[in-house]
């Protein structure tokens, strides 16, 4: 019997994570040094993991309220109006999901209409997409260039609007590349959404983990644009928090109330305890985050000069913890270099098309390892490419 026949045939198209499926193999090679997974080496600090226990020990083991604890939304509130200068209201305008992958996916399951079309800047983190599709619609890819510095223009962006274009998806600092859009520049991008009507999906879940005195810039604090501004972000990266799976989406309350809807029905609620550890972080947490935030800034400043001394030319990461270096000079493409790497040398990195077409002849490599770690790689990289000429 043909079982494939029961599936839905979107769920059907869908193929599988290219970053996982080179996982799997890089996982069948004993000894390898990883730059390729996104996940802070760091534990959960202990007394965010108090503040979860404690939350135990005094019975608060059920259920939450459907969108958080009030506690936590006002906190975010509070949080969001310090870094960007946006107020959301934590009883209409604000709700705790799953990690923000939950909110990502409930977001365009709450706006997409069949046939909408979202327009997704790439090199783009590897959901995105998918979750357009699976919402039935349309993406429409938008490729960005080194020489662009991978930054979306106004430009850009108008050229690519058509009248069924329902939503733009803004990912900065960004995965995979690293880069950061100003105020300024994002300010820019308000006058064509406005005009055309079209909202800002903004994935900020790296907010704070920003380099050489950078701000976080947000496209909802640009003038006009918190309606139609759906703001996503979390505390796996900033806080170590990625098995936990607390995140949040901010929006207007009747966008909101959409994406609560898919929220209510499909999850009810993210971790209680989860979400008494994000408390405990996002209220007291600070020392910790900057003293994570050093550490990333050590590493990043070794890997680009290492990538530098290799050949390896690259727009200069100024936030996230990922390098995009360009491979194209090797004459291999980026799955054929990543696989032979990993064979090699046993060094394990994401080619870069995983991100979308334009992501070709680059690689992604993580730095949220230990320096010992990214060390070896670059080294075992450093013979690699010397090999090749």
Known sequence: MDMKKYLNRQVAAIQPSAIRKFFDLAATIPDVVSLGIGEPDFATPKQFCDAGYRSMLEGKTGYSPNPGILELRQAISNYLAGLIGVEYDPYNQIVVTVGGSEAIDATFRAIIEPGDEVIIPEPAFVSYAPCVELAGGKVIHLPLTMQEGFKLSPERLEAAITPKTKAVVLN?????????????????????????????????IYAELLYDGRKHASIAAAPGMQDLTVLISGFSKSLAMTGWRIGYVC????????????????????????????????????????????????????????????????????????????????????????????????????????????????????????????????DGIDRFVNGLK
Do not use: W
């Open 251 to 378: 929006a207007n309350p009747e966008l909101l109330n959409g994406i609560y809807k898919i929220h209510q029905f499909s999850i009810s609620c993210a971790s209680t305890t989860g979400q008494y550890v994000a408390l405990e972080g996002i209220a007291r947490g600070h020392a910790e985050v900057e003293r994570m935030v050093e550490e990333y800034d050590k590493r990043r400043q070794f890997i680009i000069r290492r990538f530098a001394e290799i050949g390896l030319p690259m727009c200069e990461p100024d936030g996230a913890f990922y390098a995009f270096p360009q491979i194209s000079g090797t004459g291999l493409s980026s799955g054929d270099f990543c696989e032979q790497l990993l064979k090699q040398e046993k060094v394990a990195c994401i080619h870069g098309s995983a991100f979308g077409d334009s992501g070709e002849g680059f690689i992604r490599c993580s730095y949220a390892t230990s320096m010992e770690n990214i060390a070896r790689a670059c």
């Open 172 to 204: 900065f600092p960004c995965n995979p590349t690293g880069v950061v859009m100003t105020q300024e520049e994002l300010n820019a991008l308000a006058a064509p959404l406005i005009k055309h009507e079209v909202l800002a999906i903004s994935d900020e």
